[in-house]
């Protein structure tokens, strides 16, 4: 099974700040890797595709890139609604499989 | 407008089965892959299994923590996917999401439904 591992697991930031988020694969998965946003009580949102394609509606300040076994998510000046957890996934190979999660607090 | 409504959930003792269903609306539903992903309480998303889409048979995929205990399958004519868990334990709590995909990914999740494995 591919591995997926993210870092930083938990990020304290500011509003306006810029947010990195890592997603390290165990094994090349080209870009056959997703990001999505989740908040509280809510199901996943699709946000970067292929690696560093933008899904339909999710706005700029979001960017995704790398290829092969690292990638990076990330969020230009954070705003207040940004504030959720997020995951990559990759879709090389069964079984999919998600990274941990990287939790993003307000400071 | 794409809509899932997942239902189904419930309390279940260990070893016993449930049976959950997605219906979808707002597409061609024999044309897109589905997939089944859950949430453990306080947990990060674990992928479940997949419904290919009719061209592909409708053939199935599974992670190793549910095969041979879930079965994903279809309801062409109700437009509805299903998950049919058996044999179910308590690590099985989760809430279940069912997405459709376009391409390669999932682009819109029901709600979910909460299952809770416990005597």
Known sequence: DIQLTQSPSFLSASVGDRVTITCRASQDISSSLAWFQQKPGKAPKLLIYAASTLQGGVPSRFSGSGSGTEFTLTINSLPPEDFATYYCQQLKSYPITFGGGTKVEIK | ?119
């Open chain 2, 1 to 119: 407008e794409v809509q899932l409504v997942e239902s189904g959930g419930g309390l279940v003792q260990p070893g016993g089965s449930l049976r959950l269903s997605c219906a979808a609306s707002g597409f061609t539903f024999s044309d897109h892959y589905m997939d089944w992903v859950r949430q453990a309480p306080g947990k990060g998303l674990e992928w479940v299994g997949r419904s290919r889409n009719k061209v592909n048979s409708y053939t199935t995929e599974y992670a190793a923590s549910v095969k041979g205990r879930f079965i994903i399958s279809r309801d062409e004519s109700r437009n509805s996917l299903h998950l049919q868990m058996n044999s179910l334990k308590t690590e099985d709590t989760a809430v279940y999401y069912c997405g459709r995909l376009s391409g390669n990914n999932v682009d819109y999740w029901g709600q979910g439904t909460l299952v809770t494995v416990s005597s």
